[in-house]
């Protein structure tokens, strides 16, 4: 017997249609090859505005909460490359659902505008424990600034979730967010402490990278000093003296 | 095999070995011990297949202690604490070695100020994660290759790295075998005239799957397993149960937890083809992905060589045979560099070939004849064998040249930006599959051209609470 008698052939995809139809009761455990056309027709509305958004509102219909969640997670992996403003509404509470807020938070970390922004940043307000600290670093990997106020605030909670606000801080890398890292520092257990040095390091170079080189040098005083680690001195010293140079 | 490693392992020795260390090498004596005070104290963390590896080869390796093992599977955790303890045990002669610390959670690693470096051989999921932590809490580190699962991750990883002035060699350990750097300085040279095409074996990629639950083995830690990546049940195909594994990598079918065989197998390859052009700190600037008939994918550079991943043997409708190179040669661990005048051949079992003998001249070869025969006394029972626990042997060299660039502080020969580049020429691979189109990229921003969905699979989210 040859192996290709051996092997059964792949049984045949099924249409865009059917596959829409399937979705709707995909579950864990099913063959994701038949949500294939699907997929397809998502690469395929690239060049084409219109069917980009055509394709967009026809899959946030299934984002509802009578589809199961891989099924709304896989929505949202489509909209993660296709998806604009209009998707932000309907993907916005499913940040709160422990299981699919990793989905829609990668939704809203690429989809430009501020709505998006908006939506992680409401979502700061609401969220608890782990969920909120993934909405933090959504927030630091879209450097919203407008969420620095409640960052700040947060830096005097739970350690995990002070830690998470510091370094989100130190992504913002504006004045506002190095002045709440300066205040920060010396408070709070190890882990803390080492995320508001990591906050600092990185606040630095991103006031640096936009031409803010006082206020990084002010930043840098503190952490290049003999109680920092060599490698926490060494980071600063090398921003201080890329500055030095530029200046 | 350098001579040092030569003396240090010995061809009786490497015989001795047996097929069945093809996934776990001999933990050799260690020769020239360094004083407690000089060794480097490291870690390893995740101890499957690949760390159960590099583990064995850094017990048997002078410069270094081996203070702690990690992994998030609890048999794999005390087997591999066992195997330390045992080694150290047999070395001081005494029935017993307890110093070993074996922890599900790398952070608690991370914490000890008294470990030096840390070697990373996790699933790919983690990689960027663990490293850039590592580099924040002073380690040097060892990872795995591919050493991220995102272009976006490789950025941080590099910055990170340069901030904290930290060491970090890639796991793309073909950089330390004789017979590629070879090849690279021949090329380099001009001996096959000008750089035309590299033909890379390795092509597939991975996909969303959606498999059922099982239940996961006592005492593991299904979360942690996860990490940064999205939810998925357990299931005994990501993680086989109650052993080592029969695969290498076997989540990396799984999308979000790899690559599939463009990153696992195939960036070892184009590693070397970007080490080989000189390309460490940049990459392709285009990338036709495969189709169902031209299972081929084409990386294109800015300096004219057309890069080609495939599987298997050339395919002369596709591909330019080159004259004197037999067609139906079977790819696997083994390169072909095509100039305007001639081609070499360079693989992990060697030996070297080229179009011509004079390509060669002065080239220190592998010796094949004594060390390919079959020994009956020792049990090596075939050529293949052999050849492969040489190449597994050399795996101490990259090691080797790791812990020199810890001791000088200088940038070893898979560095963080070399690491991550050739890692990225995989993610690109990857990405022009997944959109099935032509990709331009831009290799100084690091942006595809005109193609915001390609840009939009730079970067992904993580499971909380992880962040890079």
């Known amino acids: ?25 995909f579950k864990v455990g099913t063959d994701s090859t038949v949500l294939i056309p699907i997929e397809r027709a998502v690469m395929e509305v690239h060049g084409n505005e219109t069917a980009r958004a055509a394709l967009e509102k026809r899959l946030v219909a299934y984002l509802g909460s009578s589809y199961s969640s891989v099924t709304r997670a896989f929505v949202c992996r489509q909209l993660v490359l296709i998806g604009s403003a209009a998707s932000v509404p309907a993907v916005a509470p499913l940040i709160l659902d422990d299981e699919l807020s990793v989905h829609a938070r990668n939704v809203l970390e690429h989809i430009p505008g501020p709505e998006s922004d908006k939506a992680l940043r409401d979502a700061l307000g609401q969220a608890k424990g782990r969920t909120r600290i993934g909405v933090i670093n959504s927030v630091a990997a879209r450097r919203d600034a407008a969420s620095t106020p409640v960052l700040i605030k947060i830096l005097g909670e739970d ?10 801080l130190g992504e913002m890398g504006t004045s506002e967010a190095a002045k709440a890292l300066v205040a920060a520092r010396g408070k709070g257990p190890a882990p803390v402490q080492q995320a508001v040095v990591d906050g600092t390091l990185i606040c630095a170079d991103r006031l640096v990278a936009t031409g803010q080189r006082s206020q990084a040098i002010t930043l840098l005083e503190g952490v290049t000093d003999a109680s920092q680690p060599e490698h926490v001195r060494v980071a600063a010293k090398r921003t201080l003296s890329a500055v030095t140079r530029k200046s | 095999m350098s001579r040092l490693l030569q003396r240090r392992i010995g061809r009786r020795t490497i015989l001795k070995q047996g097929a069945g260390l093809l996934v776990a090498p001999l933990i050799l004596p260690r020769i020239g011990l360094k004083a407690a005070s000089d060794r480097i104290n490291v870690a390893s963390i995740g101890v499957g297949i690949m760390g159960n590896g590099n583990m064995r080869r850094m017990l048997s390796n002078p410069d270094l202690q081996l203070v702690a093992v990690c992994d998030v599977d609890e048999w794999r955790l005390n087997d591999a604490r066992d195997t330390v303890e045992t080694a150290y045990a047999a070395e001081m002669k005494r029935g017993n070695y307890k110093g070993v610390a074996a922890t599900k959670d790398f952070r608690e690693i991370l914490a000890r100020p008294d470990i030096d470096a840390v070697l990373i051989a996790t699933g790919d999921r983690w990689h960027a994660v663990i490293s850039t932590m590592a580099a924040k809490a002073g380690k040097d580190v060892y990872c795995e ?3 991220s699962l995102t272009i976006h991750e490789s950025r941080v990883m590099v910055e990170t790295f340069r901030r904290h002035n930290r060491i970090f060699q890639g796991g793309f350990q073909q950089r330390s075998v004789d017979d590629f750097a070879a090849a690279r300085r021949l090329i380099q040279n001009g001996r096959i005239g000008k750089l035309k095409n590299i033909y890379c074996n390795w092509y597939g990629t991975s996909q969303i799957l959606n498999l059922p639950p099982e239940t996961p083995p006592p005492g593991m830690d299904w979360d942690m397993w996860l990490g940064p990546a999205p939810y998925h049940p357990f299931n005994s195909r990501y993680h086989p ?4 594994g029969s695969r290498t990598v076997p989540w990396d079918i799984q999308r979000d937890f790899a690559g599939g065989s463009i990153t696992s197998n195939g960036s070892h390859h184009l590693d070397i083809a970007q080490w080989v052009m000189g390309m460490d700190d940049s990459g392709p600037v285009e990338i036709v992905p495969g189709t169902p008939e031209r299972r081929i994918i084409d990386y294109k550079y800015a300096n004219g060589v057309l890069v080609q991943s495939f599987q298997g043997q050339l395919n002369p409708k596709f591909q330019e045979i080159p004259a ?7 790819f696997q661990w083994q390169i072909l560099f095509v100039g305007d005048r001639g081609w070499i051949v360079a693989g992990r079992e060697g030996p070297l070939k080229a179009s011509r003998p004079e390509i060669l001249a002065d080239v220190l070869l592998t010796p094949p004849e004594p060390l390919a025969k079959p020994d009956a006394k020792t049990g090596a029972t075939s050529p293949q064998d052999l050849a492969e626990q040489i190449y597994r042997a050399r795996g101490y060299a990259h090691h080797d040249n790791w812990i020199q660039a810890i001791r000088l502080r200088s940038q070893p020969v898979s560095n963080v930006e070399a690491a991550t580049r050739s890692t990225n020429v995989a993610h690109l691979g990857n990405i022009a599959t997944w959109t099935g189109r032509t990709q331009k990229w831009d290799p100084i921003k690091e942006e595809f051209i005109g193609d915001d969905m390609a840009n939009r699979m730079r970067q992904r989210a993580m499971r909380a609470p992880w962040t890079i």
Do not use: N
């Open chain 2, 324 to 330: 004197g190179f037999d067609p139906v040669t079977r």
């Open chain 2, 241 to 244: 149960i109650g052993q080592r």
């Open chain 2, 145 to 147: 290759k591919p050493v």
């Open chain 1, 1 to 25: 017997m040859t192996q290709a008698a051996q092997t059964p052939a792949p049984a045949p995809l099924p249409t865009l249609e059917q596959s829409f139809e399937l979705v709707k009761e």
């Open chain 1, 159 to 168: 350690p995990q979730s002070a830690a998470a606000a510091a370094k989100a």
